[in-house]
């Protein structure tokens, strides 16, 4: 298990192979460099400008939500996207459930590459996504003839 410590000084950097990796200066510079295209877009006419990635918090809440009745939960996954207040004011504007899915499929695609996909795009990734989920959850089993078909014999009854 690797130790951890937050009293971390520039003077106690070693040199060569003592020298620890320094992922907050790594990340800052790699902001401060970066020129990523962020897309923007307005719901509920509000404008939003996304980030250039996504934050861990959002993947995180996007879990949890799997399990998670919580309404809280949906707020918390929102906010480094698109702020605290965003569900409450999408539900005030009139948002329809359907819509929210969409804007979260745009949101997240848009995220990883601007301009990948539109809201369009995102309405029939979504529809199909929906129709994927619908058609698996009425699969049914296969009735008695098509089991004995598949394995090939019939079973006995027990009895001999």
């Known amino acids: 298990m690797s130790e951890y410590s937050d009293d971390y000084d520039d003077d106690q950097a070693g040199t060569g192979a003592d020298q620890a990796a320094d992922f907050d200066a790594f ?11 962020r897309q923007t877009l307005t719901v509920c006419g509000r404008r ?9 918090m959002f993947t995180v809440g996007m879990e949890r939500l799997q399990n998670s009745s919580d309404v809280d939960d949906v707020r918390k996954m929102l906010a480094p996207l ?8 999408w539900a005030e504007g009139g948002m329809t459930d ?3 899915r969409i804007v979260l499929v745009y949101a997240a695609a848009n995220v990883r590459t601007p301009g990948s996909l539109t809201m369009e795009g995102a309405a029939e990734l979504h529809d199909k996504q929906e129709a994927e989920k ?12 098509a089991r004995r078909k598949k394995n090939g014999k019939r079973r006995s009854s027990g009895k001999r």
Do not use: H
């Open 27 to 37: 990340f800052r510079e790699e902001v401060d460099t970066g020129t990523r295209e």
């Open 48 to 56: 939003y400008t996304l980030p250039d990635s996504l934050p861990l």
């Open 82 to 89: 698109f702020g605290r207040d965003a569900l409450d004011e």
């Open 98 to 100: 359907r819509q929210f």
């Open 134 to 145: 619908v058609a698996g959850g009425k699969a049914s089993a296969p009735n008695r003839a």
